[in-house]
Structures are given as C-alpha cells and as structure tokens.
Nanobody, 123 residues
Framework: QVQLVESGGGLVQTGGSLRLSCAAS????????MGWFRQAPGKEREFVAA????????YYADSVKGRFTISRDNAKNTLYLQMNSLKPEDTAVYYC????????????????WGQGTQVTVSS
C-alpha cells in the first residue's frame, strides 16, 4: 500500500477557489490510479474525480465537472485537486485514495486512503 496525506483544505466563500494536495509515499506513485472522494456530514462518501497512472485519463463526477480539475506530478509523488467556483454543497471532508486498478469510481475500488482534509464553503 501507499501512504497518503492530504492538505490544502479550509474555509472559503461561495465562488472562491482552493487547491488540495495529496502527498504519497511508500510505493511507486506512478503505478497507482489516484482518486478524490468527499463525505459530508450524514452522507455517504462520494466520488469526485480520478486520474490514471500517468495522468492521460481523467474522470469526474457530474456535480464537479467544469469546476474541478484533478492532476498529478509523479516526480513529486503528489496529487492535486483544483477547485473553482465553489458552492456550499461542496462542503465536505475530502479524501485522496490510491489503487492499481484503472480509474475506479467507488470507495470499494480503492485500498489506500488519506486521513482527509476539511473544505467549508460559506454562503
């Protein structure tokens, strides 16, 4: 497994932007599909975005398409999520996840998880 640590969360106003980072260690980062998920209070963890091993393929949830961008820097063992035009409904704990399968979009598809970072969007 790979160890993951998220950072970059915080409080932002509606329409603002944040960039989340996920630092990976322990195994070869470039051999993992990486994903972002989020979980709001009282709700199930939901898929946000995923990116393939070398970044050539990406996939987004409809709710964030056009506003969020997932990217990775394999030389730095780091995953990113650029979040623009944030809405109050984006408020959640955001988790990064890793797996060696190709672009899984459910939590069960990933076997390594970070501890999460809180994103709060005020109205």
């Amino acid at each position: 497994q790979v160890q993951l640590v998220e950072s970059g969360g915080g409080l932002v106003q509606t329409g603002g932007s944040l960039r989340l980072s996920c630092a990976a260690s322990g195994r070869t980062f470039s051999s993992y599909t990486m994903g972002w998920f989020r979980q709001a209070p009282g709700k199930e963890r939901e898929f946000v975005a995923a990116i393939s091993w070398r970044g050539g393929s990406t996939y987004y949830a409809d709710s964030v398409k056009g506003r969020f961008t997932i990217s990775r820097d394999n030389a730095k063992n780091t995953l990113y999520l650029q979040m623009n035009s944030l809405k109050p409904e984006d408020t959640a704990v955001y988790y990064c996840a890793a797996d060696q399968k190709f672009l899984p979009t459910t939590p069960k598809g990933y076997d390594s998880w970070g501890q999460g970072t809180q994103v709060t969007v005020s109205s």
